[in-house]
């Protein structure tokens, strides 16, 4: 078995409010730094600048997750992870008819870059991404799983469009597996305070605004597969997020 360090929730220039220098090829270099075999790149709204991701995790030896943090018509966020980089660009076009278009303040929220492996900017997307899309909470599992995906909710030991401050629970309707920490240290808290949780399992995601600030890796996850191939890692993965065995 190999242990892999990961933190499946970060974010690149193209997330308003993140810093510039968050470029794909940054946020791969700094992740390698601080320890990580697996990141993934989750956005808001937007798959992007995963392309750009991919290549530059290639150069540095880093296993690279194609993502997105979804906002659901509730306010809600959720992480969505694909095992392929092709089912992350459909399910991005997928969302993007499902988006609410409001012109993004680039003096106040950032430019959103799109960027390539180098850096070089492509375009700036023109529409703000930090805002509620038309889908429902009901609605995301089944999309998401549509292309291939795994979502659960994101840093649901926050107030700001967690899951358990909006609606108080999990609905049991809606089938999620997983749920996100930004702190692990709150587990045992929620866990006690939230019984609805004690039948998920918990993930980590440093959600993560600058590459500079990446926190050194401490969540693991152990997979019986060699850690030289990201295609086998992915669907390792993968086949463990399913089955419920990570």
Known sequence: MSRLYYD?????CLSPCAEDESTPQCLAGF????????MALTDHNSCKNCPAFFQAAAA?????????ELETAEEIHVVCLFETLAEAVAFDQ???IRRRRIPNRRDIFGAQRVVDSEDCLLEEEPWLLATATE?????????VSAYGGICYPAHIDRTANGILSILGTFPPEVPFRYAELHS???AQHLLQQYP????KRLLYGSDTHAAAMLPEATAYLELDVPTDDAAAVRKALFSALREGKV
């Open 60 to 68: 540095y030896g880093l296993v690279p997750i194609a993502g997105m």
């Open 8 to 12: 499946f929730h970060v974010h690149s």
């Open 31 to 38: 992740g390698r730094l601080c320890g990580l075999s697996l």
């Open 135 to 143: 889908l429902s909470l009901q609605e995301v599992p089944a999309l």
């Open 196 to 199: 609805s949780l004690r039948d």
């Open 94 to 96: 997928a969302v993007a």
């Open 184 to 186: 692990p240290t709150q």
